[in-house]
Each structure stands twice: as C-alpha cells, then as structure tokens.
T-cell receptor, first 114, second 114 residues
Framework: NAGVTQTPKFQVLKTGQSMTLQCAQD?????MSWYRQDPGMGLRLIHY???????DQGEVPNGYNVSRSTTEDFPLRLLSAAPSQTSVYFC?????????????FGSGTQLSVL | AQSVTQLGSHVSVSEGALVLLRCNYS??????LFWYVQYPNQGLQLLLK??????LVKGINGFEAEFKKSETSFHLTKPSAHMSDAAEYFC????????????FGTGTRLTVIP
C-alpha cells in the first residue's frame, strides 16, 4: 500500500520558473491538502480539497495554484517561483472530510528557489 | 481564531527519563487537538488525538496527553524516553472551516541522551 506519494523529493528552481509538485494517494481519500514547512514556523496550510473539482485556499495560498480533477491526484503549481517559496512541501490526505480525522502525510518535497 | 503555542523548540532528556512536551492552544470553539511526530527526512505521523470524551488520551509508542480545558493545554508525556523517540513533535488544533485542516505549532525537537 503506497499511501501518499510525492514527487519529486528534491527540486532546485531559478526565480521566475514554474513547476508542479505532484501528490497522489491510493486510499480513496476525499480530503487532500498541501502544507509548507519552514524552520521555526511549523506547518502552514496552502490549499486544500474536499473532493474532485472542489478546492479552497488555506493560510498561505499566494503564488500557488491547485486543481483536483481526480480523487487520487492533487498537484501544486508554483506559477513564478520566488526565493520566499524555498521550503519543504507536504501533501496530506484523510478519508473523511470532517475535522478530527487522522491525516496521512507524504514524505515531502524539498524545494530551493535561487 | 485558532492557534497553538509549543514551549521550548528543543528539549533534551536522558534515556529512561520522563518526556514532557508542552502545548497550549487558543480556540473559540471546543477544540480537536493532535500530536504528530516527524522522524528525520520523513512526513508526519499521528501520535494521538483528542476529539471528545476521555481527557487522557493514549497514543502509539507509549505516549499520552491530557486535555485540560481550564489550562488550555494538551501536554505530551512519556514515562521513560527511548533513543528511538528522538524526533520533532508538533502539536496541532483543528481550524473552524469544518474541513480537516489544522493549525500547527512551531514544533519541539526532542533529543535523547544515552
């Protein structure tokens, strides 16, 4: 059982470049989300989705775009990378949409923007 | 608004000693509270959670936490530290969107000294 799979594990970008971080889960989870982790700041929610075709913004959505065309996949797009987006990105999912459910996390993507 | 404060970004204990990691929360509604653990180069894993019912919650690997409404606290404890407990620990509280989104604390790195 693969769980939540993130690709790539590492990425280096130049300022202004665009890229997509991939996230896929094989547990038929309705809820998926993206967090970024920065030193001394914990994890902050970027975007989330409660089902195919439904997405919403989290705490820090600026500079990021998401879509959810299938239950399994929830890609995160950086439109024009900036050094402030240097971070570790985690995708998470849960079976239930409602608060209080266990989140399953991917192993993360470490992104550096030069 | 929801928020979480973790006192102490670094905690060191001797192997076999008591582990105490502190977490205080702010919430305008009855909170759902979580502790997640992150081992090096991995995603987060759920240790335990409080939603309703018994205020003393037991989790995996011998950890437990007690929800104290009067103190707005949810401290994590383990009677005897093991070398394998060395990791970063995050306290989190559910947000008010109704979806399974979390506000995380800034994390506490636990070092276990042999």
């Amino acid at each position: 059982n693969a769980g939540v799979t993130q690709t790539p594990k590492f990425q280096v970008l130049k300022t202004g470049q665009s890229m997509t971080l991939q996230c896929a889960q094989d547990m038929n989870h309705e809820y998926m989300s993206w967090y970024r982790q920065d030193p001394g700041m914990g994890l902050r929610l970027i975007h989330y989705s409660v089902g195919a075709g439904i997405t919403d913004q989290g705490e820090v959505p600026n500079g990021y775009n998401v879509s959810r065309s299938t239950t399994e996949d929830f890609p995160l797009r950086l439109l024009s990378a900036a050094p402030s987006q240097t971070s570790v990105y985690f995708c998470a999912s849960s079976y239930s949409l409602i608060s209080g459910e266990k989140l399953f996390f991917g192993s993360g993507t470490q992104l550096s923007v030069l | 608004a929801q928020s979480v404060t973790q006192l102490g970004s670094h905690v060191s204990v001797s192997e076999g000693a008591l582990v105490l990691l502190r977490c205080n929360y702010s919430s305008s509604v009855p909170p759902y509270l979580f502790w997640y653990v992150q081992y090096p180069n991995q995603g987060l894993q759920l240790l335990l959670k409080y939603t309703t019912g018994a205020t003393l919650v037991k989790g995996i690997n011998g950890f437990e936490a007690e929800f104290k409404k009067s103190e707005t606290s949810f401290h994590l404890t383990k009677p005897s530290a093991h070398m394998s407990d060395a990791a970063e620990y995050f306290c989190a509280v559910s947000d008010q969107t109704g979806a399974n989104n979390l506000f995380f604390g800034t994390g506490t790195r636990l070092t276990v000294i042999p």
